[in-house]
């Protein structure tokens, strides 16, 4: 049979590949992508990379895995349609693929604004953060629209890189998506003492290209100019090839708890599945655990051993010189805790519903992360006193 083909060869993708034949799978593992280098790490894109010019691509696993794990990659190759019937598919270079299973891993791709610019930059890929880098070197001035994870961390770099950096959001606060409010306001003070301009509720007018510079004009009335913009404005999933195919979509490509489309043959993994969560909405995640969880519970699908997603929902960025690292849920909380770590400077912030601690957000305190999201999977009940300590107190907690 054709075994099993991957489409993407991104975070999610690489990790099904190895995943696969480390749960002693013995069929073909064939895995697709359309860029021109093998799967590498997104996260140091908006980070060291555009600033610091010795910083290499992040590879996901180094090539010699793939060669022992006798996964066949075709890199700079794209797969343009599903035949469900056949199962087969069609490669850009005119050949087919059958398969046994197939996995969508195609991820997603920046949202563009309705301007086109050279000056005007998107981040997604190695060419893409290579661009920016360029651009930066050059800079004086630059505009970042959008205040999510990515244009934060953007901003955040090129700041520290002596640019004069302006962040334009659209809505009313920083972070508005998933991060909550009070953690988000502290992050946006960190943002301003550092010199980053911040723009709330205001939107983009229009973008000219003049002479040497970008000239923006904002919803306010207006008009800053800067050398170039990036902009991070959220990204839409790759879900093309799976709406041709007929496969149920919603904002993503809809999974079960298995990761199973709504053809039991094919799967959808990473930033472009969608999957319902315990109240029944449908939930879509864009991080990097989520890429190789849901990979690793693909692989243990597709070798017929299912497991649950078990863990407790994780993610971390980097901005200003701190890391900050989330977990858990910060939808159903009853009351919030703001406290310091045991590092100078370091800062605790937890969510409980009704003494169960269900979130945590951490500035600069890994150890204490690593705590909570223990606690936070144990869903045991904490004794309010034990939370009283202005310096979170570990050993308390930990008994
Ligand atoms: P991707 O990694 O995007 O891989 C999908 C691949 O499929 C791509 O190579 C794409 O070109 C290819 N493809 C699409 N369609 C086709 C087709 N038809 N044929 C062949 N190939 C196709 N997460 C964190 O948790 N922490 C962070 O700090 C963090 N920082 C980030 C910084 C940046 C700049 C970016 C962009 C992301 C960051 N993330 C971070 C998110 C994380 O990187 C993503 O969640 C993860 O990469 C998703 O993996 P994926 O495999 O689903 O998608």
């Known amino acids: 049979s054709g075994g099993v083909v991957i489409v993407g060869a991104g975070q999610a993708g690489a990790r099904t590949a190895l995943e696969l034949r480390a749960l002693g799978y ?48 075709f890199l700079a190759t794209r797969v343009e349609r599903i035949d469900r019937a056949k199962q087969s598919i069609f490669l850009n270079d005119g050949t ?42 050059k800079a004086r001035k630059v505009i970042v629209v959008g205040a999510g994870v990515i244009g934060l961390e953007v901003a955040s770099t090129l700041c520290a890189m002596g640019i004069e950096t302006t962040v334009v959001e659209q809505g009313p606060g920083i972070l508005g998506r998933g991060f909550p409010s009070n953690l988000a306001a502290y992050l946006a003070d960190l943002h301003q003492v550092a010199g980053i301009r911040i723009l709330t509720s ?78 029944g909405r449908l939930c879509r995640v864009e991080t990097w655990q989520n890429a190789n969880l849901t990979a690793t519970a693909a692989a243990a699908s597709i070798t017929g051993r299912p497991r649950r997603v078990p863990d407790v929902p994780w993610f971390w960025t980097d901005q200003l010189g701190h890391n900050i690292q989330l977990a ?20 605790v912030f937890l969510y409980l519903k009704r003494d169960i601690l269900v979130g945590a957000a951490t500035v600069d305190a890994g150890r204490e992360m690593s705590l909570c999201r223990r606690l936070i999977q144990a869903c045991k009940r904490i004794e309010p006193e034990l939370l009283e300590p202005a310096r979170l107190d570990m050993a308390a907690l930990q008994a």
Do not use: H
């Open 202 to 279: 205001v939107g983009i007018g229009a973008v000219r290209d003049a002479d040497a510079e970008l000239s923006v004009e904002l919803g306010t009335g207006e008009t800053l100019t800067c050398d170039f913009a990036v902009v991070g404005i959220g990204i839409t999933p790759n879900v093309s090839l799976a709406e041709k195919a007929g496969l149920s979509i919603d904002n993503g490509i809809i999974v079960d708890s298995q990761l199973r489309t709504s053809d039991i043959k094919i799967y959808a993994v990473g930033d472009n599945a969608i999957k319902r969560d315990e109240n």
């Open 26 to 73: 013995e069929g073909r593992i064939t895995l697709i992508g359309d860029e021109p280098y093998p799967p590498y790490e997104r996260p140091n894109l908006s980070k060291e990379m555009i600033s610091d010019v010795q910083t290499k691509v992040s590879w996901v696993s180094g090539e010699k895995d793939y060669a022992d794990a006798e996964i066949n990659i």
């Open 96 to 137: 087919t693929c059958d398969y046994e299973y197939l996995v969508l891993a195609t991820g997603g791709r920046p949202r563009q604004l309705p301007f086109v610019s050279s000056r005007i930059c998107t981040l997604r890929t190695v060419d893409d953060a290579l661009r920016i880098r360029d651009l930066a070197a």
């Open 328 to 347: 858990g849920k910060f939808d159903e909380f009853t009351t919030s805790y703001e406290r310091y770590g045991v590092n100078e400077g370091s800062k």
